[in-house]
């Protein structure tokens, strides 16, 4: 019945221009921040230009240079996305960034359902298992205080000595930083069922497997895809901090990189590139957003 009830909201005809309403409202609250943080953007050079970098009424310098070289204009760096990104060359910066940001986003999308998988099966072992909760959740919780930039190299020299690919090691760097919020929310999404409806079950000599599939998958869809979301751009991240030290050259961490060694030349190219890598998290997280919409009903999803 909850099934049904399910369809028949997904498909009530009255339920369509409600639906309209509230994606004009998104698409409009969006457009309406990204004016607000350019003209903030604008603004503060304005200010700087004003008053010569100084904080009104103070003597007090600006935490931040307003000039074109630390904060370039906002109509430089989209201008920039159109020209060529190298002298003499004839691909544009938008085409170098976009063909980086899918090389990069097949990496970060293999560690993503790898860490996503193994962060799913880790939280299902520890709901069904306490002791193994108690034993493995510090080394766990631990195993996130270290930072990311002394684990990368570590795993690409590793994978070096394993004979891997180097984009297998970037994406096992990228499946780090998507295993750990898949883990919790699923063990937290897999103890939501009313114990009621799970001694239900169990009197009706359902197996822990069956009530895993049937009663507590479900229970925790909404749990999981919270932590999905949150471990998308988590998994981009990942995926260009790892192509650094292995020595990638078609990703973004290696345009990143190369237009900041040119940062004073052209501080609006490594600003693209920067968008480019914000457009990319930003692309991934709708995606499983638009899975999240697919898969759980409405009336279950966390938050809307």
Do not use: C
Not at 59 to 80: E, Y
Request: proline share 7%; net charge positive.
């Amino acid at each position: 019945m909850a099934v049904a009830h399910a369809l028949e909201i997904e498909t009530d005809p009255g339920l369509e221009p409600q639906r309209w309403q509230t994606a004009l409202r998104r698409a409009v609250s969006g457009l309406v921040i990204l004016i607000l943080l350019g003209a903030l953007w604008e603004g503060y050079k304005a200010l700087g230009a004003a008053t010569l970098g100084k904080i009104p009424l103070t003597t007090i310098d600006l935490p931040v240079r307003p000039d074109d070289k630390s904060m370039p204009h906002l109509w430089t760096i989209i201008g920039a996305l159109f020209q060529p990104a190298r002298r003499g060359g004839e691909e544009t910066l938008l085409v170098i960034i976009a063909r980086a940001a899918l090389f990069t986003w097949r990496e970060a999308g293999v560690g993503f359902v790898v860490g996503s998988g193994v962060g799913f099966a880790l939280g299902a072992l520890l709901g069904r298992f306490l002791w193994l909760e108690r034993s493995l959740m510090p080394y766990l919780v631990a195993s996130q205080t270290v930072p990311l930039l002394a684990i990368a190299p570590m795993i690409v020299i590793w994978g070096g000595q394993l004979n891997w690919p180097a984009w297998g090691s970037v994406t096992l760097i990228s499946a780090y930083l998507t295993f750990f919020p898949v883990t919790i929310n699923t063990l937290r999404g897999l103890r939501s069922p009313n114990p009621t409806a799970v001694e239900l079950m169990r009197s009706y000599a359902a197996s822990e497997m069956q009530i895993l599939w049937k009663l507590r998958l479900p229970a925790a869809l909404p749990y999981i895809f919270t932590a999905l979301k949150i471990s998308a751009p988590a998994s981009v991240i990942g995926a260009i901090v790892g192509e650094l030290p292995s020595g990638i050259a078609d990703g973004l961490g290696r345009v990143l990189l190369t237009f900041s060694y040119f940062y004073i030349s052209g501080p609006e190219k490594l600003y693209a590139a920067i968008l480019g890598a914000a457009g990319l998290g930003i692309v991934f997280t709708v995606l499983v957003v638009g899975l999240e919409r697919w898969v759980v009903p409405p009336e279950r999803r966390l938050a809307e």
